[in-house]
């Protein structure tokens, strides 16, 4: 079945950066984009940006532009999405979705597990 | 910036039918997408295009869409429908992805 395992939870401090991780499987990788959404606890859903996995084209959000990259290994499968210049307003769930989709747009499904990233000094 | 705009919060008894309301100028242009999402889970694909139903979502499960507004039906609710219930889209100029802001429904 397709599934998107993501990698654990990061504690990290103020101005550091995290890179988290996403492994597809059950699909071929390259044919969907893969989008990052983000959680604020007790809040909804926040879009991120998107990567495409044939050609590694992205569109991020433009509140995040310039603090995330978006990256693809397509040797394993694993999108990658890092984060830098963390404040504590970034402290969320990060969730990874498969993009139905020919373009940045389109519906997610299915979504990873969901990684943990606290921002704590 | 562009935005959704969603219910707080759905109240109905089990049996009865919720339609959770998404509006936003750029709908009539743009599909639509819904999202469940339980507590401490992550969101689960119900409507996309705005009225395809996935395979394995309940028959229950409706949308629909009239001008700049797109409604989530649950025909028959049952206990376990209680959740966050979130629309997408994407702006007029089909560039970025939006969410609104989530509709809490809760099961009398």
């Known amino acids: 079945q397709v599934q998107l395992v993501q990698s654990g939870a990061e504690v990290k401090k103020p101005g550091a950066s995290v890179k988290v991780s996403c492994k597809a499987s059950?699909?071929?990788?390259?044919?969907?984009?893969i989008s990052w959404v983000r959680q604020a606890p007790g809040q909804g859903l926040e879009w991120m940006g998107w990567i495409s996995a044939y050609n590694g084209n992205t569109n991020y959000a433009q509140k995040l532009q310039g603090r995330v990259t978006m990256t693809t290994d397509t040797s394993t499968s694993t999108a990658y999405m890092e984060l830098r210049s963390l404040r504590s307003d970034d402290t969320a769930v990060y969730y990874c979705?498969?993009?139905?989709?020919?373009?940045?747009?389109?519906?997610?499904?299915?979504w990873g597990q969901g990684t943990l990233v606290t921002v704590s000094s | 910036s562009y935005e959704l705009t969603q219910p707080p919060s759905v109240s109905v008894s089990p049996g009865q039918t919720a339609r959770i309301t998404c509006s936003g100028d750029?709908?009539?242009?743009?599909?639509a997408y819904w999202y469940q999402q339980k507590p401490g889970q992550a969101p689960v694909l119900v409507i996309y295009k705005d009225s395809e139903r996935p395979s394995g979502i309940p028959e229950r499960f409706s949308g629909s869409s009239s001008g700049t507004t797109v409604t989530l039906t649950i025909s028959g609710v049952q206990a376990e429908d209680e959740a966050d219930y979130y629309c997408q889209s994407a702006d007029s100029s089909g560039t970025f992805v939006v969410f609104g802001g989530g509709t809490k429904l809760t099961v009398l």
């Open positions: 750029a709908l009539p242009k743009q599909y």
């Open positions: 059950g699909y071929t990788f390259t044919s969907y984009g």
């Open positions: 979705a498969r993009v139905l989709s020919s373009s940045s747009l389109g519906w997610f499904d299915p």
